[in-house]
């Protein structure tokens, strides 16, 4: 059974920092593309970054320069450093493929971004 479980997140002041980490179990994701989703409350569930199985990354442009995507193949986890937080980061991050599989979705961890 493949199960991709996120952590690490929580709250945190406006310029502060968290780091989250998806550890998949189930199959071997080191030959997949990886991403970092996240869902607003009332808002949908969008592509944050992503990274290649050769560790090449791509972000959405409002991450861009304050995020970093990386991987541990060996350990099959895939992290995300989130530097300079926002209000506007407010939202439960997942991680997935990339693209996704609508069964392979966890429950993710709730980042809150307040003073």
């Known amino acids: 059974q493949v199960q991709l479980v996120e952590s690490g997140g929580g709250l945190v002041q406006p310029g502060g920092s968290l780091r989250l980490s998806c550890a998949a179990s189930?199959?071997?994701?080191?030959?997949?593309?990886m991403g970092w989703y996240r869902q607003a409350p009332g808002k949908q569930r969008d592509l944050v970054a992503r990274?290649?199985?050769?560790?090449?990354?791509n972000y959405a442009d409002s991450v861009k320069g304050r995020f970093t995507i990386s991987r541990d193949n060996a350990k099959n986890t895939v992290y995300l450093q989130m530097n300079s937080l926002k209000p506007d980061d407010t939202a439960d991050y997942y991680c997935?493929?990339?693209?996704?599989?609508?069964?392979?979705w966890g429950q993710g961890t709730q980042v809150t971004v307040s003073s």
């Open positions: 990274i290649t199985r050769r560790g090449d990354p």
């Open positions: 189930g199959r071997d994701f080191s030959t997949s593309s």
């Open positions: 997935n493929t990339y693209p996704p599989r609508y069964d392979y």
